[in-house]
């Protein structure tokens, strides 16, 4: 199993530029996410998904769209990038067993740098 | 507002020198509290999961533990090899989901 995988592993935008990361994982996981990570933030919630043909807003959604048209794959998009949006984005696939114990961790990919000049 | 703080910021520990890292959280619904590692330009691993309060999962020199309203992460006798970030997730009840929130990290250091 590859487990997460995330494509590309780098990528430079001019400021508007358009782009699409694209997140697969193999482990038929029902949840799936985005984070951005920036230095001394932590990890935040761009976007999350409980299923396929499923998504909702996180914590930053603003200038971030999503898609979850396959099971296995879940993209975020930027329509017009900025260089507020220089960072290192992470997907994360999880699922659940059912029951009061069900929610269980998350499986992260290798990450993409990002830089918006 | 739901908030997940971890403290300290920063750690630097010698080899052997035992200590505790430190995850409170002000949610409402939790449903389980998660530790991760995160070494340089990598993506988190998975460490522990915490479900409710008392409950403690211990992994060779890592010992998690979880109250009511925070959960610590003790090192027991580190080892170099154990410097990395470590992140801690709180999954609770939000907008009809349950959603992870993540506190800043704790990097920790531990020298030779």
């Known amino acids: 199993n590859a487990g997460v995988t995330q494509t590309p592993k780098f990528r430079v935008l001019k400021t508007g530029q358009s782009m699409t990361l694209l997140c697969a994982q193999d482990?038929?996981?029902?949840?799936m996410y985005w984070y951005r990570q920036d230095p001394g933030m932590g990890l935040r919630l761009i976007h999350y998904?409980?299923?396929?043909?499923?998504?909702a807003k996180g914590e930053v959604p603003d200038g971030y769209n999503v898609s979850r048209l396959k099971k296995q794959n879940f993209l975020l998009g930027l329509e017009s990038a900025a260089p507020s949006q220089t960072s290192v984005y992470f997907c994360?696939?999880?699922?659940?067993?059912?029951?009061?114990?069900?929610?269980?961790?998350?499986?992260f990919g290798p990450g993409t740098r990002l830089t918006v000049l | 507002e739901d908030q997940v703080t971890q403290s300290p910021e920063a750690l630097r520990l010698q080899e052997g020198e035992s200590s505790s890292l430190n995850c409170s959280y002000t949610?409402?619904?939790?449903?389980?509290l998660f530790w991760y590692r995160q070494d340089p330009g990598k993506g988190p691993e998975f460490l522990f999961t915490?479900?409710?309060a008392g409950e403690e999962k211990e992994k060779e020199r890592l010992k998690a533990t979880l109250t009511k309203k925070e959960s610590f992460l003790h090192i027991t006798a580190p080892k170099p090899e154990d410097s990395a970030t470590y992140l801690c997730?709180?999954?609770?009840?939000?907008?009809?989901?349950?959603?992870?929130?993540f506190g800043r990290g704790t990097s920790l250091i531990v020298h030779p």
């Open positions: 994360a696939s999880s699922y659940s067993s059912g029951g009061v114990r069900s929610y269980n961790e998350q499986f």
């Open positions: 482990m038929n996981h029902e949840y």
């Open positions: 998904s409980v299923g396929e043909g499923t998504t």
């Open positions: 949610v409402s619904g939790l449903r389980g």
């Open positions: 915490l479900y409710s």
């Open positions: 997730a709180v999954l609770h009840a939000s907008g009809g989901s349950y959603i992870p929130t």
